[in-house]
């Protein structure tokens, strides 16, 4: 299903979530998991942290925000287009804004959590 | 037969188990909405990965009842969204037993999930609270 491009945006907004959605499902697997370290084994946990921490990590994280980040925008389009069918008319519209609002969060969001592993000037200086 | 939504999945035409998944899945998304993108916010803009240690963990983060009980709200509604939406998409690729076989383990997965999380947020080093 996934495969068979049917063309258009809502197909491509279709795949994205999906993609984005099953990426997230699987972080939070790993992530209960992990937040259960905290307490279970806290020195096997802070070992854990420091792999979130490094250059990898903090690169995975970003791609992280930006599935969240998607999934979240998009969700909110599908709920406003199945709440009010009015809204329909305008749905390329709510498709370009999601993108704007994606990469106006996205890009500095990205920056901010790559940064302190690079040594560059980020929240915490 | 479904009603045609212009975006999401359309909503199941009579009342029953998948109407009430069909809004399950988009009230637990709004709820996600803010409280997913907030805790991703806090976690990598407030604060940093760098300093969350298990020690701030405890100290800080989970110091007060307020942040627990916020993070086991998000932890339902993560539990809900989550495997209700994989159930969505194992059931567009399997059909007959291995549909069925899946979404056991599937299940049996979120329960775990849920299981470990409302531990994980109940819990002080050494273990569970009381």
Redesign the interface.
């Given at each position: 299903?996934l495969l068979r491009y049917r063309g258009g945006p809502?197909m491509l907004a279709w795949a994205f979530h999906?993609i984005a959605?099953?990426a997230?499902?699987a972080f939070?697997?790993l992530h209960?998991?992990d937040?259960?370290l905290?307490?279970?084994n806290?020195g096997l946990?802070?070992e854990v942290?420091a792999v979130?921490?490094s250059l990898p990590?903090?690169m995975g994280?970003a791609l992280l925000?930006a599935a969240?980040?998607y999934h979240?925008l998009n969700?909110?389009?599908?709920?406003?287009?199945?709440?009010w069918?009015r809204l329909?008319r305008y749905?390329l519209q709510l498709w370009y804004a999601s993108w704007v609002v994606f990469f106006l969060v996205g890009i500095p969001?990205a920056y901010?959590?790559v940064a302190?592993a690079l040594g560059l000037p980020g929240?915490?200086g | 037969m479904a009603v045609l939504?212009?975006?999401?999945r359309a909503?199941p035409r009579s009342a029953g188990f998948e109407m009430g998944v069909w809004y399950l899945i988009?009230l637990s998304?709004?709820a996600?909405?803010v409280l997913?993108?907030a805790h991703?916010s806090i976690t990598?803009?407030v604060s940093?990965?760098?300093e969350?240690?298990?020690?701030w963990?405890?100290d800080e983060r989970w110091g007060g009842l307020l942040w627990r009980t916020l993070d086991w709200l998000m932890?339902q509604m993560?539990v809900f969204h989550?495997?209700l939406?994989?159930r969505t998409?194992v059931s567009?690729?399997l059909k007959g037993g291995w549909r069925t076989a899946t979404l056991m383990v599937l299940y049996l997965?979120a329960f775990l999930?849920f299981v470990?999380?409302t531990?994980?947020?109940m819990?002080?080093?050494?273990?569970?609270v009381a």
């Open positions: 299903m809502g999906r959605g099953v997230l499902w939070i697997l209960v998991l937040i259960w905290a307490a279970a806290p946990y802070d942290l979130y921490a990590g903090r994280e925000g969240l980040l979240a969700g909110l389009r599908i709920i406003a287009l199945d709440f069918p329909t749905h969001g901010l959590i302190p929240l915490k | 939504t212009p975006a999401g909503r988009r998304g709004l996600l909405f997913a993108l991703f990598h803009f940093d990965p760098a969350q240690t298990s020690a963990i405890f932890l993560v989550a495997f939406g994989m998409v567009d690729y997965l999930v470990l999380g531990v994980a947020v819990s002080v080093p050494g273990g569970p």
